[in-house]
């Protein structure tokens, strides 16, 4: 059973508003990820980080920023929420156990986002 | 860079028969490959994943896939079909440079309907 949690599970904000989506893990997990993901369609890659104060943008570009100040927390945040900043975002986390292993990437349960 | 693509947006089976979800990859060094299962509202759940220590992958509730190098393909199969299987099925690459992977590619997915 995977322990990756994100808040809040639904958010509902006006234009202009500064957010931020938690996502913890208690699995001490070094590498974790955030993905968007439109309404039927694949999840994209935003942002990465292999460990406490590593972040790394992914394959889409993203108007939001991460931290990871602690091993088990990975925020994001987004400035001012626009319309096209509604979304599905979903947070995961992984281990690294060396090469062929086989990286799973755990998922929490996403965040639906509705920017007015 | 890798890619993923899923063959159908949308499969329709009946309860009780064979399910089979295609994927075919692009990736130039070996791949690693996962099958993924969402279920409304819910984050992604790891039915099974390919690491080369075998051809054929058996995962969870019954579902099977077999990579195959020379089609480039990872499809996922079930002998038969069971109401509990509607959901979306996303299927993903992820490659290996330096410390680990940097995140998964997914396809677009497939919405699997089962028909009573």
């Known amino acids: 059973e995977a322990d990756i949690y994100q808040t809040p599970r639904y958010l509902v904000i006006g234009t202009g508003k500064k957010i931020t989506l938690e996502c913890s893990q208690t699995?001490?997990?070094?590498?974790m990820y955030w993905y968007q993901q439109d309404p039927g369609m694949e999840l994209h890659l935003i942002h990465y980080s292999y460990g406490v104060n590593s972040t790394e943008k992914g394959d889409l570009s993203s108007e939001s920023t991460v931290s990871r100040i602690r091993t088990e927390h990975f925020p994001l945040t987004l400035e001012s929420a626009r319309p096209s900043h509604t979304s599905q975002y979903l947070c995961?986390?992984?281990?690294?156990?060396?090469?062929?292993?086989?990286?799973?990437?755990?998922f929490g349960p996403g965040t639906r986002l509705l920017v007015l | 860079a890798q890619s993923v693509t899923q063959l159908g947006s949308h499969v329709s089976v009946s309860e009780g028969a064979l399910v089979l979800l295609r994927c075919n990859y692009s990736?130039?060094?070996?791949?690693?490959l996962f099958w993924y299962v969402q279920y409304p509202n819910q984050g992604l759940q790891l039915l099974l994943k390919y690491t080369s220590a075998a051809t054929l992958v058996k995962g969870i509730n019954g579902f099977e896939a077999e990579f195959k190098k020379s089609e480039t393909s990872f499809h996922l199969t079930k002998p038969s079909a069971h109401m509990s299987d509607a959901a979306e099925y996303f299927c993903?690459?992820?490659?290996?440079?330096?410390?680990?992977?940097?995140?998964?590619?997914f396809g677009k997915g497939t919405h699997l309907i089962i028909q009573p």
């Open positions: 995961a986390s992984s281990e690294y156990k060396g090469q062929g292993a086989g990286e799973t990437q755990y």
């Open positions: 699995m001490g997990h070094d590498k």
């Open positions: 990736s130039s060094v070996p791949p690693y």
């Open positions: 993903a690459v992820s490659v290996y440079s330096g410390g680990g992977a940097d995140g998964l590619t």
